[in-house]
């Protein structure tokens, strides 16, 4: 006869759910929380409606069941139709009430929720927007993006459901224990005896499972991770004759992970069904006492039917309150592990900035220069470089040498260890970082491009650009005619990175769009080498075009790319090991001649 | 979806799917009495003041509830078992069929998108199965028995049941088939959201140089205030279910309570027969509830299980053919030859990306390719070990089709260095063992020094026990293509090709790995692909291609007399030295 809110889950669960990690616990369950209410607390109207509605709503589902008593004692049993009549209306009248109420409720829970957990995810995005990149070198984008799915959906359902039904449950188990003591506080303490018991089970069955589930995840985990492994480098499979090596240690796994998973299911599966039936022997015990009374105490009829009626509901929120409270902490460990991100400390912002240099001249002072990712293993020693307005300097040496990381700190990525960076005589660090980085532009080793037409990613570069100004700049960069030759020119939508572009078109749009930037100082690491040698030479006329006036830094393997550079710095091993220009290197006949001849030999 | 497509995969639980409805049944018989005892104790018991009797039919409830506790554990025990292994059946069918794929299947299904069907899709089915093991028979079951339960109290009050079970379960319909499609568009408003934070992390140093901060903010807030407001509609819509549900089931114990309490007026029902009355009509609609839970759950399996049953039917496009299995050809000498090859990823494609392509290469020479960025020379070199088959002509490896040949033997003699190459989860050693697992230190201390990883493997404090995370990200692009080289000659192939496999190598260091192979592999047949003039002068033949065509071939002095396009590309590495 329950009207009570069961937990029947509403929404339906988001993606990240089969994935959810049952087993967490919050670190500071508390402040997390708070937190949490702090998001909810510029919506004060709505949670003060929201909590109108869910209280009324329970009080009416509670009055209404109640009614039962006055309406069998004093009515059915006296005879009285009429009577009964009035009370079945006033009950019509509650049950609608209650109705509106829940809808109410429920709709507004929604909204608010939903407003809220928008806020999180935009201040979550707001925030990894200004992070620092030492953030990002030591973060897995995989635990990253976690963070936007899997945590923000175990949040996300705890304020659509958890907190709601807590209250809606501790309410219900108030109210109900309240009626059932004023109807009969015996019977009550009988009904009452069983709760520990169930309690205790609950627990029991609750830290099993959490500790199945963990293991389960870890299998899970594990099973998941070779998959991708072996989908992914599915051509080394093949080219190694791998498959059948890789199905036996997938089985392996699948049933490792077959073990964990039964356990897992067979224990947070019993909880529901244990809880019914204990609830159950309680009903039924109270059943024989409630009779016993009846006939011994005269206790009334009505009273025991009502009483019944919450004995029987009395297990509902007592195990719809240990589950929402479990499924609240793994929410508030998602909304932890949220808040660290959004609580990381961003890019340091300059205080009172000098003024930017105005017009730019371009010259570019590395001075005594020491750096390391971490501070304990240092990988730049002693960097020295005037660059002089306008001039091309180009770095060379083996890979992990530091010549990009020298790049990586001209746009003020990473503190130095010690020494300086100057542009114009003036330390980037006491100018505005971004004023800074609009000063320049880059063309990384790695091309990601974005999911928007090829044109919107040549604009990126500056967004004010007029489609001319773009298309302009794809000629300059060579890459106009093989735009011109997918389905729809510029307007080619490029999706999952540009998958459908090779990597050195991809290399071509990253120039174009540092070319349609137009700043007096331009970076480029490693942006042809997947551009085969003649359209190499074709760009290299734009890119030449491209470096007039600007004071220009190239990294390239090809030493034909970095021949005609003013300046030629030979990095090893994080030091500057040969610097001049091409003709005077050659003729101290040192590593970079070595370098240079080998490619010819 | 199919269900015979699935079926395979429960074979083994057959007992459990047979053993199950049991367990429901008396899991359901034992909490549907429960009412009507109490009824019993209420109208026999209490209304004739029989103590013991009370008694008697209380301890019996309690029996029949602790039986429901025996038959609900053994339920969950072989629900779990079942759901379980049936999904760790379909994961190992899934990744099976996955592994006998060729990669024209893998490209139509996107990797990714396999590694979800395996993973997520997998797990769906895996809970759906258990819900329909534990719901599915028990709802409609629950049911049954409550109205003949109720109809057997009074006939007359069932009707109530009779206007308000419809009543519910069409708003109960209505509600999900409005809020479903909400659900898919919210689906697709999640994809938005990620792809938009994953660009942004693959992104991160371009948005910082570019300062696009502002605009990528926007970017997200407009796909992230489209989520919100989708997951806002879908849910509002569902969520009324529950409102609904408790205000029929609010007025239908209205309606039992008015009609039932005249008829115990009037002495045509006892009041033990009213109380039951009303606990069975709560517990219809709750069961009612509950399946229309059950069916939206398969509805979104449904859709799991499509994506599932796809890869399953998928017939690998590239397998061992009958001739292959028959004759056991061998590889001896590492003769290659291409007869009229024409090759087209994409059948419907115009231009082939291979067109007629013939040569041929003697055993134990070296054969270099150079040529531009798409111009099909990494297509070209995938057809000898059948990564692809070819569209026309045929390829020969010592005289014999690469077809007829079992794959296994053709893949096991030919090694590839892959362009986009990958390294795997484990130690350095575990995967230079790939390339042969009976290799002896020796063996793999000899092939790392050939590849120049020697060196570098040793300066890691664990040295060949240094673990690769996924992908190997935790050495240089240099360093894991000199890894992969190493692997590849462990396998002492009777053909070696390297597509472009030290771009990420220094001239130097290139230039020692040529000069170690000559010596390591005196008996192997040698496919270069480079960009490098340097790497490709001292080949024995070497093929210029474009376009996927082959436009010159011979050795170097010859090319740099008589192919226009050698001397094009040799003008543009070289030119500079001239002057220098």
């Not at chain 1, 244990?274 to 109270?286: C, D, G, Q, R, V």
Request: charged content about 20%; some cysteine.
């Amino acid at each position: 006869m329950s009207t009570s809110n069961k937990s029947i889950p509403v929404s339906l669960p988001g993606p990240g759910s089969s994935r959810r990690i049952k087993n967490e616990k919050p670190q500071q369950g508390f402040k997390a929380l708070w937190r949490l209410m702090r998001y909810l607390s510029s919506q004060r109207l709505m949670l003060l409606l929201i909590l109108i509605s869910l209280l009324l709503g329970t009080a009416g589902t509670l009055a209404g069941n109640y009614l039962l008593r006055p309406a069998i004692n004093n009515y059915v049993l006296k005879k009285d139709i009429v009577g009964l009549g009035h009370i079945a209306l006033v009950m019509i009248g509650i049950y609608i009430a209650t109705g509106i109420f829940n809808m109410l409720q429920y709709r507004l829970t929604i909204k608010v929720a939903q407003k809220t957990i928008s806020n999180l995810r935009n201040d979550l995005f707001d925030r990894m927007q200004y992070l620092p990149l030492q953030f990002y070198d030591t973060h897995q984008h995989g635990d990253l993006m976690s963070r936007f799915t899997n945590d923000m959906d175990t949040v996300s359902d705890a304020l659509n459901n958890s907190i709601t039904q807590l209250l809606i449950s501790s309410i219900t188990l108030l109210g109900t224990l309240a009626l059932m003591l004023y109807i009969s506080p015996i019977l009550s303490i009988i009904a009452l005896i069983m709760i520990p018991l169930m309690l205790y089970l609950a627990k029991l069955i609750i830290n099993k499972s959490k500790s199945f589930f963990a293991a389960n995840q870890a299998a899970l985990g594990n099973a998941n991770g070779y998959v991708e492994e072996m989908i992914s480098g599915q051509k080394v499979v093949k080219v190694f004759g791998h498959e059948n090596a890789a199905i036996e240690q997938f089985e392996q796994l699948n049933q490792v992970l077959r073990e964990k998973a039964t356990k897992a299911q067979f224990y947070s599966g019993m909880m529901m069904p244990l809880m019914a039936n204990m609830s159950t022997i309680n009903y039924a015990l109270t059943t024989i006492a409630g009779g016993i009374l009846v006939i011994t105490r005269g206790f009334d009829l009505g009273g025991l039917t009502a009483f019944l009626q919450y004995a029987r509901q009395f297990g509902r929120p007592v195990n719809e309150i240990s589950s929402q409270y479990n499924s609240l902490q793994a929410a508030l460990a998602g909304a932890e592990r949220i808040f660290a991100v959004i609580d990381t400390a961003p890019e340091s912002e300059t205080i009172d900035p000098l003024p930017m240099p105005a017009p730019i001249q371009g010259q570019v002072t590395l001075s005594h220069v020491n750096f390391g990712y971490v501070p304990e293993k240092q990988v730049l020693f002693d960097i020295d470089i005037d660059v002089k307005p306008g001039q091309k300097i180009a770095f060379v040496g083996e890979t992990g040498a530091g010549k990009s990381t020298i790049i990586n700190l001209l746009p003020r990525f990473y503190p130095l260890l010690s020494g300086d960076i100057l542009l114009d005589k003036t330390s980037i660090f006491k100018l505005d970082r971004n004023e800074l980085r609009k000063k320049l532009s880059i063309v990384f080793q790695d091309t990601h491009l974005f999911t928007d037409t090829v044109m919107e990613n040549i604009r990126y570069g500056r967004l004010t650009a007029t489609d001319d100004e773009v298309i302009a700049a794809a000629k300059l960069a060579a890459a106009d005619s093989f735009i011109m030759q997918l389905p729809q020119g510029y307007k080619t939508e490029l999706t999952n990175d540009g998958a459908n572009l090779s990597q050195g078109q991809r290399q071509l749009i990253n120039i174009a769009r540092a070319t349609v930037a137009n700043t007096p100082i331009l970076i480029l690491d490693e942006a042809t080498s997947s551009i085969d040698t003649r359209t190499e030479i074709a760009i290299q006329e734009g890119i030449d075009r491209l470096m007039q006036d600007k004071t220009s830094f190239v990294i390239a393997h090809r030493l034909s790319t970095i021949r005609n550079a003013d300046v030629i710095c030979l990095i090893e091993k994080g030091r500057i090991a040969e610097f001049g220009s091409h003709v005077e290197l050659l003729k101290q006949k040192g590593k970079y001649y070595r370098l240079y001849m080998g490619q010819f030999d | 979806m199919k269900l015979s497509t699935f079926t395979p995969y429960t074979k083994s639980f057959r007992k459990a799917f047979l053993i199950i409805p049991f367990f429901v049944v008396i899991d359901v018989f034992c909490e549907i009495v429960q009412p009507r005892l109490m009824s019993i104790i209420v109208d026999d018991g209490i209304l004739h003041k029989d103590i013991n009797y009370i008694l008697k039919i209380g301890l019996a409830m309690i029996g029949l509830a602790i039986v429901a506790i025996v038959a609900n554990l053994c339920n969950i025990y072989y629900s779990a078992h079942a759901s379980v292994g049936f999904a760790t059946n379909l994961r190992t069918a899934l990744f099976r069929k996955i592994q006998s794929f060729a990669f024209a299947d893998t490209d139509y299904f996107s990797s990714a998108s396999l590694t979800t069907r395996l993973t997520n899709d997998t797990n769906m089915m895996q809970q759906v199965m258990m819900m329909c093991l534990r719901m599915l028979l028990r709802a409609p079951l629950m049911m049954v028995f409550a109205i003949i339960f109720a109809v057997s109290i009074n006939k007359d009050l069932s009707i109530v049941m009779a206007i308000a079970l419809p009543i519910l379960a069409l708003s109960i319909f209505i509600l999900l088939r409005k809020g479903l499609p909400f659900f898919i568009k919210m689906q697709q408003a999640v994809d938005r959201v990620n792809s938009v934070v994953q660009e942004n992390l693959l992104n991160v140093r371009v948005v910082k140089a570019f300062v696009r901060q502002d605009f990528e903010k926007k970017k997200f807030d407009k796909v992230n205030f489209d989520l919100m407001d989708v997951a806002t509609k879908a849910s509002s819509i569902v969520v009324l279910i529950m409102p609904v549900m408790q205000l029929v089931m609010g007025l239908s114990l209205v309606a039992v309570t008015w009609f039932g309490g005249q008829k115990v007026m009037t002495g045509t029902l006892a009041l033990g027969g009213l109380m039951s009355f009303l606990s069975y009509i709560t517990q219809i609609l709750i069961s009612l509830m509950l399946l229309s839970l059950t069916f939206m759950m398969i509805s979104r399996a449904i859709a799991s299980g499509d994506r599932i049953e796809e890869v399953l039917e998928k017939q690998p496009s590239l397998t061992d053919t009958a001739e292959g299995l028959q004759n056991r050809y061998a590889i001896t000498a590492g003769r290659i030859a291409f007869k009229q090859v024409t090759f087209r990823y994409n059948l419907q494609s115009e231009k082939p990306n291979l067109d007629n392509i013939s040569f041929e290469v003697k055993p134990a020479t070296t054969l270099a390719i150079i040529g531009g960025t798409g111009s099909g020379k990494s297509t070209l070199v995938q057809l000898i070990p059948r990564l692809y088959d070819v569209s026309e002509g045929a390829v020969l490896v010592d005289a014999i089709d690469v077809r007829n040949y079992q794959l296994q033997e053709l893949r096991s003699q030919i090694a590839i260095v892959l362009q986009q190459n990958q390294l795997f989860s484990g130690t350095i050693l575990e995967n230079l063992k790939w390339g042969n697992e009976q290799a002896t230190e020796e063996d793999i201390y000899a092939a790392a020094r050939i590849a120049c990883a020697d060196d570098f493997i040793r300066s890691f404090p664990s040295g060949y026990q240094t673990l690769l995370g996924q992908g190997g990200v935790n050495v240089s692009g240099g360093q894991k293509q000199r890894i992969c080289i190493a692997r590849a000659l462990l396998k002492k192939p009777k053909i070696l090709i390297m597509d472009d496999s030290t771009s990420a190598v220094d001239i130097d260091t290139d230039r020692k790995i040529r000069e170690g192979l000559k010596n390591y592999l005196q008996n192997t047949t040698l496919l270069i692909i480079a960009q490098r003039i340097s790497s490709v002068m001292h080949a024995d033949q070497i093929l210029v291609m474009e376009e996927g065509r082959i436009v010159g071939s011979g050795s170097h002095d010859v090319l740099l007399q008589t192919n226009t396009s050698y001397q094009e590309i040799y003008q543009s590495q070289h030119l500079q030295k001239e002057e220098a």
